[in-house]
């Protein structure tokens, strides 16, 4: 009798088991899913890229795929820097080409394929003047990634696209 009994407690004490985690499970998932439903929108509207390391995506792209595009045709754009305070005037000349992804979407189809962004070669030349002039010449020399990082965010945000990946130096002198 002693052992029916056990095991009659033990089976009671499974099914509490049972109805006590399918109740936790019931009321956490739901919660779950709305963390993570807030976190998307939270990282979507300050533009975050989930990827950590390579905001621009262009680890994923191979060369091959990447299509160079020269800023003015080539040429170098002269832009004043910010005053870092030590009474001259800065100013840089930078030689600029794009990296464009030949794979993504709207290079195909809004840009024809063939990576002529001249009709575009003024607004893109402000873009980087912008960028470049709200820097001092000690971070044009020191933090060019990040400046090149910046520029490359203004430019995925003017063409509300990812297709531009990089942001080339192909020359810079900084006086």
Known sequence: MKKNL??????ALVVVNLVLT????????????????LIT??????DLDLVAGDTAGSLSIDVAD??????????????????????SLHYAVLGVS????????????KYGGAGDLSPYDNVISDTIKTVVSGHTIDDM????????????EQLQALFKSSFVVRVNFSSATYQ
């Open 22 to 37: 399918a109740v936790l499970t019931i009321s956490i998932v739901p919660e779950t899913k709305k963390a993570n439903e």
């Open 141 to 152: 020399r020191n933090k060019e990634d990040e400046v090149k990082e910046e520029i490359l």
């Open 98 to 109: 794009l990296s464009l992804d030949s794979t993504n979407e709207d290079y195909t189809e």
């Open 6 to 11: 056990i095991t009659v407690v033990i089976l």
């Open 41 to 46: 929108k939270v990282c979507s509207a300050i």
């Open 66 to 87: 990447m299509k160079d595009y020269a800023v003015n045709t080539g040429g170098t754009m002269t832009i004043n820097l910010k005053d870092n305070g030590d009474g």
